[in-house]
Each structure stands twice: as structure tokens, then as C-alpha cells.
């Protein structure tokens, strides 16, 4: 049977229940933080409870007017909503992470977020500035083991700061290095990372269903990125005949093709038909065979963050 996409619910490893959909509040310098207020606003109203934000994006603030804005119209109640930010690399050194948690969970204004996750393994040297270069332009690393910093992740579950940990960037070897941490107490219940139909993440995606770790996926429209970079997921050729098909948009049939594949997709949009539009994926029957032509095709990888492009100098 069809599934509703506002209800979908998919069970994390430690009990609780993430949306099977969400909204992703990545903005880039160029956007305004207005558009994704509005875009946020637009996403709770068209039935999106599930929202992503980061402390590196910048709008925690905004995020959290919007959800305050929702609850206090009756909209929605805070536990209607399933929000997700990430701890930024400036601080893994474990007595700096719950001090950025309870920074951004007064920036969303909210008690506890959700889902909490170490942003990238890469740390960086802490202090204000997000991404430090020395005087030769070098980014400036930091050594701390990330397993120090999943510790201090665990102590923010324990303290109800967050009710859910997981990992975002991470490869399957890194996720290895948590997994197999002697006194581990709470694995990570998910790995976000880039999953589109160009980077299909196949093996990463096995690994993580056979440790029960949901594979949560950015860029699962492709991005805005430069149109000179990578091709453009959604204008891909195989991607609209089988919209055409079917009489969808090319964005429902790659966010489908995910969904099936047990991936938690983040949808991005600005635009209130497209975010109406995607929050629908779950209402359709047919299968996304993937096309040995999309998939084999050896595309550039297509970047979804300036950060991902700094943080590959690394």
C-alpha cells in the first residue's frame, strides 16, 4: 500500500522514530536567511515535520522563530516536530559539545532538539571562526579522536539535550571506529551524508542497514550548486522520461528511488509548489527500477556545500 509521507516513520536503533522525509535548511552565503524562514514556514504548513538544520548553516535562529511561530498558531505542538542540528567541527573537543548544543538550543529556542549529530570527522581548531586558515591560507586542524567527542555526544542523550545521536560525513570505516569503541554506550542512529542517483552510496548504505543505522541523504535532489560544476540531477534525461510517464515532477521520482531504498531523503526547495509537491513522494505505487544508464555513467560527484569543497583541501 501507498504510505502517506507525513506519516511514514522509520524506527532508529534506539527506540525512537525519525520522518521518513525531511526539509533541509542548508543556506547558502549568496541566499538570504529570509527565504529559508519563508521556505521553512511553507514546509510545516504544507506537512513536512521532519526539518535538518546545522549550527554551520547559520539560521538556527530563524529555524526556531519559525517553529515557535507553528506552535504558538496551533499549527503544530513541539512534539509534532522532529528536528535535527549538528555539532560543528570548531568544536569536538568533548567539553566544548554540550556548551554548542545548549548555544544552538537556545538559537532554536527550543529544550531539546531531536537528533544531534557530529557534523563532519574532521576537526578543526576551535574558536569563532568556522573554518581557520593559518597565514598560508592551510586550514588549521585540530587533534581530537572523534570517539572523545561521541562520548561527550552520549552524555547530551543522557542529559535529555538531545534524544537521539548520530553522525553525519562519516565512512564506513570511521563509522567502524565508533561502532567498535570499547564502552560504548549508544550507537549512532544514523549517517547522514550526500545520496542522490549520481552517488548512489551502495555499499555505505549495506553497511549501515547491517548495524541498523539509518542512512539519511542530502543532496537527494542534487544541489545548488554551479551549473558548470556536475550535471543537473533533476534535468537528467532517464530521470524526466520516467516523470513524464508517470505525469510527476523528476524530483518525486528521485526521492523515491531513495525512499525504496530504506534512505531517509532531505528535500530542499524555496518554492511552496515544489515543497507541496515533494511532501506527496509517498503517495505513489510504482517502483524506481534504477537504469544501468544513470547509475553507471561516471558523473563527477555533484557538491552540495562550499563547506564540503573546504573541508576536501583538508
Avoid at 145 to 168: H, N, Q, R
Avoid at 202 to 212: G, I, T, V, Y
Avoid at 267 to 274: G, L, M, P, V
Wanted: glycine residues 6%; contains cysteine.
Amino acid at each position: 500500500p501507498a504510505m502517506n509521507s507525513k506519516h511514514q516513520q522509520v524506527k532508529l536503533n534506539d527506540g525512537h522514530f525519525i520522518p521518513g522525509l525531511g526539509f533541509g535548511t542548508y543556506t547558502p552565503e549568496e541566499v538570504p536567511k529570509s527565504k529559508t524562514m519563508e521556505a521553512t514556514k511553507m514546509a510545516i504548513d504544507a506537512g513536512f515535520r521532519h526539518i535538518d538544520t546545522a549550527y554551520s548553516y547559520h539560521v538556527e535562529e530563524e529555524v526556531g522563530q519559525v517553529i515557535q511561530s507553528k506552535i504558538a498558531d496551533g499549527t503544530v505542538k513541539r512534539e509534532d516536530i522532529f528536528l535535527t542540528s549538528k555539532l560543528w567541527c570548531t568544536f569536538h573537543r568533548p567539553e566544548l559539545v554540550q556548551p554548542s548544543l545548549e548555544r544552538s538550543l537556545k538559537k532554536l529556542q527550543l529544550d531539546y532538539v531531536d537528533l544531534y549529530l557530529i557534523h563532519y570527522p574532521v576537526p578543526i581548531k576551535p574558536g569563532e571562526d568556522d573554518f581557520p586558515t593559518d597565514e598560508n591560507g592551510k586550514s588549521m586542524l585540530d587533534t581530537v579522536d572523534f570517539c572523545a567527542t561521541w562520548e561527550a555526544m552520549e552524555k547530551c542523550k543522557d542529559a535529555g539535550l538531545a534524544k537521539s545521536i548520530g553522525v553525519s560525513n562519516f565512512n564506513h570505516r570511521q563509522l567502524e571506529m565508533i561502532l567498535n569503541k570499547p564502552g560504548l554506550k549508544y550507537k549512532p542512529v544514523c549517517n547522514q551524508v550526500e545520496c542522490h542517483l549520481y552517488l548512489n552510496q551502495s555499499k555505505l548504505l549495506d553497511f549501515c542497514q547491517s548495524k541498523d543505522i539509518v542512512l539519511v541523504a542530502y543532496g537527494a535532489l542534487g544541489t545548488q550548486r554551479p551549473k558548470r560544476c556536475s550535471p543537473v540531477l533533476l534535468n537528467d534525461p532517464i530521470l524526466c522520461a520516467m516523470a513524464k510517464k508517470h505525469n510527476q515532477s523528476s524530483a518525486l521520482i528521485a526521492l523515491r528511488y531513495l525512499l525504496q531504498r530504506g534512505i531517509v531523503p532531505l528535500a530542499q526547495s524555496y518554492k511552496e509548489k515544489e515543497i507541496r509537491e515533494n511532501i506527496q513522494v509517498g503517495d505513489g505505487k510504482q517502483e524506481v527500477k534504477e537504469k544501468g544508464k544513470t547509475n553507471k555513467q561516471t558523473r563527477r560527484r555533484i557538491q552540495n556545500k562550499e563547506s564540503d569543497k573546504k573541508l576536501s583541501k583538508v
